[in-house]
């Protein structure tokens, strides 16, 4: 452990010096000659002294210097004689280019082996070659080969890439290689026989000049030569890969070689990785580094698919646990089989568990989580490892403000783990939830004696035996299924008292919590009551006092019973509420005239009504104005005089006086007006009454405004913001309306905006406003709604793996698409394109195609294709002699269409037959 720290603590340290360097210097590592941008990291200092060690220094703040000379230097900066930063700048020796070739000169062609013999400085590490041969050839490896196969001379470039940007280099070799002439040599592999086996002979052919003159040297990479222009057949003892050299000399100082590899490797090398357990409906992992051509597996009866000829399988899982046979068989380039057999156990976990209780209504709560199987070496309860049982306890349940137990549950989750890694996990709800004693009242008070009925509303998962009522008296009763729904109680003495139910289940769970509080009060003795008084006139001989229109005159109830808690005074029409007191004042705003006046007096809920022998007359005048205006002149309005017991009266209109019962008349200009009438009836001695209404003159107008061009079924945004001088209100604010043959209702709002979608074509809208006066107005507009309808149809019915199938845009519209995205292919704008089907591992495959027109307008469709695998078995008969011809069968496969061709191999011979 103390290890470990003191190796971080040194990488902190390194870190940190590595970022300060970085701040202060440009470069800390290079080659010479090496340009270095220094910056200091304090720029307040006054007397900057810089030290670059190589006898060079400076004054500037930030100043540049050119490292020359191989070696470490480490730069000081100082502000007079204080020390201010180090930086360590490390220059590596300047990187020279070296190679060699087996040969620089010759007859073409000629292949030519170039090496770097570069000697890198300790700190230089090559990463990168880059190569220019001078013929247009290049490398990007170490030590290459090339053929030279025109005459001339070539230069050579030699490009080095290395960890170190600054230090990379590159170098010419001009003329480097000579071609001098050029021959014609050539040679062919014939034959190889047999195949499969060794030993094996293999036929060489000279396909170039086989001039007896010239001198001809083959290497058979097997340690066999021949200096024939032809060379005889070539036998080869062991598998492996052999260079075949050519040289050729015409004697005349020219001399040519060529080289090809002869991969005589027959049978595949396997290189498979496959697990040798894994889980039940997992994907089992493969890779699959064989060389070979071809490739067959076979997954057995258990996997989900059992055939593949996929180098690397992908999503193969297996059914049924247990140990399952996979096969690979793989074909070399030769045509040589090999197989291969593996095992691999696939395991099935269980994470189900169960609980005990299974349902909790009580308190304390425990509940025993138990995991079925109780053998795995790891188990995780809601993320907590853990055995194969848990508990957990539940003390109390928390009731919501109206005392009501809610459902509730613990989500518990277990994880299981074996002993190969496989996992399993199960989820289940414990639920719990106290029953809820819950009860209504037919009232909450009443006067004795009182009959207290209550109506069970009572909630419980499970069934309730018993109801218990405590009425809160001292007395209680006991209820079942049978007779709850008589539960009632009489109280015959006054109090308040508090009424409790405890339920209890048939699994003996209860709730008491439940209750409701209730008031028994005592009858009053009414018939000592005053009847109430009017101080500002009245008689109880039936005689007339006197009130003027809008007079304030109090209402009084005197020598009313101590029982009652609310009184309620009434005049004519008029109820003034004011419970608590048992005097009120008022004023006269009924019509003038006789009205009669009383009480309502209450008591816990039980009303008494109280009638006065005495009435009030109301004199003078009430000034009532009756108006109405007119949408045509939207100016004009007519006015009538509505006022009551008035003898006299008059107008007053934009400082004008009017005598007139009624009259119209035109305001100049729009914008609200005040308009008083003033009544008189001073007979009484009452003084005029004034009464006024604002007449808003208003120029109400509509208009719409909306998107040019539309998309079918795409809501889009219908506005009235420019209309002018409407109102809004109760749903009556703006009134759409579209073509009858659209079957659209319409639209009432208060909102300035909305939303409509519309089929394609061109409909009229229309929109009606309204203004204060009731007055309205209409506006209409056509939209274009422009249709698309996205489609596609393909050459296939179904697809098959490595299928090719051709889908076509068949979409429907009246503007030109300019988007095509198909989403197996979504970065290609085409309405008619090909896709290639590989690695299918599902039953069906969804297609999708998008389209979108000149007017932004989209349209989506997918289709699900089946997928599916042609298959055909072999039939024949089960003994077969050698002297009689046998005839070996193949089923068909006809679904989606699909008629097979057929290549029969009989003992490695091929032989095309179509049924």
Known sequence: MKKNLYLILIFIIWANIHQINAQIASDTLGCIPLLVNFKSPDTTLTQPRWDFIDGASSDRLHPSHVFSKVGTYLVTLKNADTLVATVRIVILPELTIQIAVDTNQGCAPITIQFNDLTSYPAGIIPQQ??????????????????????????????????????????????????????????????????LCTLPTTVYYTNTGITDPSYQFLWDFGNGITSIKPQPDPVIYLDEGNYKVVLEVDNKKGCKSSIFLVNELIFFPKFAIKIVDSFCLNQSLPIENNTIADVFSWDFGINANTQMSNLKNPENIKFLKPGDQTIKLTA????????????????????????????????????????????????????????????????????????????????????????????????????????????????????????????????????????????????TSNEYNQNNIHTAAHLYTEIGKYYVNLTIITDAGCKDEYYGAWITVHEKPTIDIMDPPTCNGGGSSDGGFGILCYRDTFRLSISNAPRQFDAFHIRVANTVSHCESLKSIETTALDDPGTHKFGATLENGGVFYEIESN???????????????????????????????????????????????????????????????????????????????VTISIRDVKAKISTKANWCAGVPTLLSSTLSEDEIVGCKMGYFWSFPKYLDMEHIITDNDSIEVSLPGGVHKLSLEVRDVNGCRDTSYLDVSVHSLHADFSTDKPAICDSIVVKFSDISTHDNPIISY??????????????????????????????????????????????IYQPTSYITFDSIICVSNLQEIRASDYNHYGSSLSYQWRINDVVRDKTY
């Not at 349940?397 to 299981?416: A, C, E, G, H, Q």
């Not at 591992?841 to 469709?861: E, K, P, R, T, Y």
């Open 129 to 194: 070659y880059l190569w220019d041969f001078g013929d247009g050839i290049g490398s990007t490896i170490a030590n290459p080969y090339n053929t030279y196969i025109n005459i001339g001379q070539f230069d050579v470039t030699f490009t080095v890439k290395t960890n170190i940007a600054q230090c990379d280099v590159t170098q010419s070799f001009p003329d480097l290689i000579n071609i001098g002439d050029k021959q014609d040599i050539r040679f062919t592999i014939d034959n190889i026989a047999p």
């Open 331 to 474: 074909t070399s380039k030769f045509g040589c089989n090999k197989d291969t057999t593996f095992i691999v156990k696939t395991s099935k976990m269980d994470a189900s568990f169960q609980m005990d209780p299974p349902f909790g209504c009580s308190l304390p709560l425990e509940v025993n989580f138990r995991a079925n199987v109780p053998s795995y070496p790891q188990y995780e309860w809601n993320t907590i490892s853990g055995t194969s049982q848990t508990i957990k306890t539940i003390d109390d349940i928390k009731r919501d403000t109206f005392y009501y137990n809610k459902l509730d549950s613990i989500p518990m989750i277990l994880k299981v783990t074996s002993e190969g890694g496989c996992t399993a996990s199960d989820t289940t709800h414990f639920y719990y939830q106290l029953p809820n004693s819950q009860f209504s009242l037919n009232n909450f008070e009443g006067e004795v004696p009182y009959l207290l009925t209550v109506q069970d509303k009572s909630e419980s998962l499970l069934p309730i035996a018993k109801w218990i009522f405590n009425w809160g008296d001292g």
């Open 614 to 692: 005495r009435i009030i007359n109301i004199h003078g005048a009430k000034s009532k104005i009756n108006y109405q205006t007119n949408c045509i002149d939207k100016n004009s309005v007519f006015f009538e005089n509505n006022s009551i017991n008035a003898i006299s009266h008059y107008w007053i209109i934009d400082d004008q006086t009017i005598n007139a019962d009624t009259f119209s008349y035109r305001f100049k200009q729009g914008g609200d007006h005040k308009v008083m009438l003033i009544a008189e009836n001073d007979t009484d001695g009452c003084k005029p009454d004034t009464s006024s």
């Open 821 to 866: 995205v198909w989403n197996f292919a979504p970065d290609k704008n085409q309405p008619i394109i090909s896709h290639l089907f590989d690695s299918l591992a599902f039953d069906s495959v969804a297609i999708s195609l998008s389209i979108q027109d000149i007017f932004g307008c989209v349209s989506s469709v997918s289709k699900s294709f089946d």
